[in-house]
């Protein structure tokens, strides 16, 4: 009976020709894993992927850096933290959509401004979806972009439901918004709220954004309760209470 090793070896010896020969071993280095592997040493790969021990450390250093492979103090591998956000970007992607892009929607043609959908990746964000303005003139983020965590509201807002401590995530928490004029670009604003799921736990950040021009903070001090009212109705969508942002909502109405 062939071994495990020479079994996968040649599975990947009659990949598509059309096939890139190096991601295809190193889709094989990172299927070795198995649910009850937390990790594997280089021995282990190598019998189980059938590839020399050059080719797998070679390889394993373009997995390293891309964080889909971690090395541990003791040599031995497992899987990055760059697999993880990939899953949750295609878990979102699936789950997400048909509840967001439809309240993102609506919130567009209320505010006539552009809306989008960030989610934290480590320590940036990366736009998930996003719902342009009718404006000529508008704020440019393309689904997919990656910003910085900590500069403008939907960082902010995603760094305070993250754990950030400090000002302003405490005033964050409470109010479920942040505003920012210029924060991250001098030229533009945002206000974001947070969606929560099951448990509380942080599913992403709402923002409605424009070019501070025409979206200042008195237009945006008006939407609060409007874009309030659309994080709870996402955050109901995916199963949590949403009583926190609805007293959140009626608390901006009475601000003047």
């Known amino acids: 009976m062939d071994s495990p090793g020479k079994s996968t070896n040649a599975i990947i010896r009659r ?54 492979l971690e090395r541990l103090d ?9 697999a993880f956000r990939l899953g949750a970007l295609y878990q979102r992607s699936v789950v997400a959509v ?13 505010s006539l401004e552009s809306v989008a959908f960030y989610v934290r990746s480590g320590d940036v964000r990366t736009c998930l979806y996003r719902v342009e303005s009718k404006h000529p003139i508008r704020y440019t983020v393309r689904e997919g972009d990656v910003l910085p965590l900590l ?4 960082g902010r807002v995603l760094a305070a439901f993250s754990g ?48 501070s021009t025409r979206v200042d903070a008195a237009f945006l001090g008006r939407m609060r309760r409007p874009l309030l009212e659309a994080a709870a109705r996402a955050t109901r969508a995916f199963g949590e209470d949403a009583s926190m942002l609805e007293r959140a909502g009626l608390e901006a109405e009475a601000v003047p």
């Not at 048909?98 to 209320?110: G, Q, V």
């Not at 920012?180 to 974001?192: E, I, K, M, Y």
């Open 164 to 211: 950030q401590q400090g000002e302003p995530y405490e005033t964050i928490r409470r109010t479920c918004t942040f505003l920012g004029v210029g924060d991250r670009d001098p030229d533009t604003a945002g206000l974001s709220a947070p969606v929560l799921g099951p448990g509380h736990a942080l599913i992403g950040a709402l923002t409605l954004a424009g070019p």
């Open 15 to 68: 990949a598509p020709a059309e096939g890139v020969a190096a991601l295809d071993r190193a889709m094989a280095i990172l299927d070795a894993f198995t649910t009850a592997d937390r990790s594997l040493s280089l021995a282990e790969i190598a019998m189980r992927t059938g590839l020399y021990k050059s080719t797998i450390l070679r390889l394993a250093n373009s997995l390293l850096r891309g964080r889909l």
């Open 74 to 82: 003791d040599g031995r591998y497992r899987v990055g933290a760059g």
């Open 98 to 110: 048909d509840i967001l892009l439809p309240i993102m929607r609506d919130l567009s043609e209320r």
């Open 151 to 154: 500069a403008g509201s939907g």
